[in-house]
């Protein structure tokens, strides 16, 4: 008989404990943003060449299609608009693995906002009435005044300029919703390209 070892895969470490607060927070900004930043006929920040969220664009096809979630699918379509490019110019970089962006938070937290996002979905809720930060945001009218005031009013970070977007200076807080204030409020002054807001992390 041959002897062998049983390999058994490791375990994962466990979760990081992160309030469901603090998860909507995170949700409800990058929301804010990939509507903010759509382009489109009724142009907005025009970061992304996507016209998801307006009544004769997105929301038209996402009605027909999805007729009781539609008005998720359209935010979460305009969401994943944004994390391309987000991606995109985080690719850029020579540390892209040591990035981290609005849209790219580190796996756990990456799932765990799609996790949150899937179950607001399935409960019928409203996006503005299960995220009233999005509501206190989001408006049928564009305002670019008024959303460059809602970054601006989140945090006050000290930025560089960097080769792929703007670095925040030091350590990220520890605390998630207080590095996503951050990363919002970098997107002031608003510019003509999405300005990629981050903080990259010891090696």
Known sequence: MTDFELTVPPLRAPRVAIPQSEIDY????QLV???AGEGGEEKRLDWWRTD???EFGGEDLFRRLLPHTWRWGVFQAAREAASRKDAELRARA???????????????????IEERLTDLKRASTEPTEALPILGSVFKPT???????????AQASPNVDNAPVGRRIKGAP????????R?????LVPL???YPLPHFVMEK
């Open 26 to 29: 995170v949700l409800s900004a």
């Open 52 to 54: 998801l969220i307006s």
């Open 173 to 180: 807080p520890a605390g998630l919703e207080q590095r996503v």
């Open 191 to 193: 510019a003509e390209e």
């Open 142 to 152: 564009w305002n670019r005044d008024s959303v460059a005031e809602w970054f601006t």
């Open 182 to 186: 951050l990363l919002v409020a970098a």
């Open 33 to 35: 943003v990939a509507w």
């Open 94 to 112: 020579h540390d892209a693995d040591r990035i981290y962006s609005l849209f790219s938070l580190g796996f756990d937290v990456d799932e765990r």
